[in-house]
């Protein structure tokens, strides 16, 4: 294989047409010129240049060379170029949150990437363990977690807060105890650990949520909303999950006198260099948290 820094030297010296002036613009002695074009000729087992004193003319193996390599060398430079860009609005950008999260911020990226489309946003919604998991087997650039991860590999940092709500049907007013009995608990992946943060406190009588005869279930965050809206009970949701229900007259968010809210991290693998475009991304997602 042709040493591509002796191709380098050799279509410099093609262009340049001195040894001198080749040796200045590479940074290289005028007999380091010599040297390497020589290991060239010597690896090729032929002639390239035909030397007359201080000036030179190409044989016609020199000919072919420089016709050829010009070319190869070009690419290789811009290549070189391409591999050290790291532009702030091109490539993919994978990114993992539970679903509120995800319902607040993915159309804010979809924006994002509508204004650059070189910036291609790939979302997935899945709990904590997942978003966590796929951060540490480099299947994600970015994730947002509601609790801090258990891994050595990934790293988190606080990034905002989400509050989270008792949502009851429209007509309920006062949701006092009683009320949240008779209701009965539609119930969701996280739904036993929001309860338990809300609920907990605010009702003395609160144990965990297998107290509420269970009405419902749902691991899809936009429907959870849906049977609350109809009467058949009441859910503990983030507020970002509440905001994106279209049919938000149907239900009804209550003030608790002791608002609770959940921390969000930003989760990312450890010793990874931070690319421009996932720096576009945090910012972006900075703004709508």
């Not at 000036?55 to 390599?69: I, K, M, N, P």
């Amino acid at each position: 294989m042709i040493n591509t820094t002796w191709l380098r030297s050799f279509c410099t010296l093609v262009e340049v047409g001195h040894f001198t002036r080749t040796a200045e613009r590479l940074h290289m002695t005028q007999s380091g010129v010599s040297q390497q074009v020589r290991k060239l000729e010597e690896q090729l087992g032929l002639a390239l240049l035909v030397r007359q004193g201080k000036r030179f003319a190409l044989t016609d193996a020199g000919e072919r060379l420089y016709s050829e390599a010009k070319n190869i060398i070009m690419a290789l430079s811009s290549l070189e170029l391409r591999i050290r860009e790291d532009p702030a609005y091109e490539g993919l950008v994978r990114v993992m949150s539970p679903g509120s999260v995800g319902l607040k911020l993915y159309r804010h990226l979809l924006a994002l990437q509508h204004q650059h489309p070189k910036l291609v946003i790939d979302y997935r919604f899945a709990p904590n363990a997942d978003v966590e998991n796929a951060i540490a087997d480099y299947a994600v650039d970015i994730g947002f977690m509601t609790s801090t991860s258990a891994l050595a590999e990934v790293s988190c940092q606080p990034i905002a807060t989400e509050s989270l709500l008792l949502v009851t049907p429209a007509r309920i007013s006062k949701p006092n105890w009683e009320v949240l009995m008779e209701l009965g608990f539609i119930d969701h992946p996280d739904g036993a650990h929001h309860a338990e943060m809300l609920l907990g406190a605010n009702y003395p009588e609160f144990q965990h949520s297998n107290l509420f005869e269970k009405k419902g279930f749902s691991n899809q965050i936009g429907l959870i909303l849906e049977p609350v809206s109809l009467g058949l009970g009441f859910t503990v949701l983030p507020a970002h999950a509440v905001e994106a229900f279209q049919e938000r007259q149907l239900v009804r968010t209550h003030q608790l006198p002791n608002p609770v809210s959940e921390t969000l991290y930003l989760a990312l693998r450890r010793e990874i260099p931070m690319h421009n475009r996932m720096n576009t991304v945090i910012t972006e997602a900075r703004k709508w948290l």
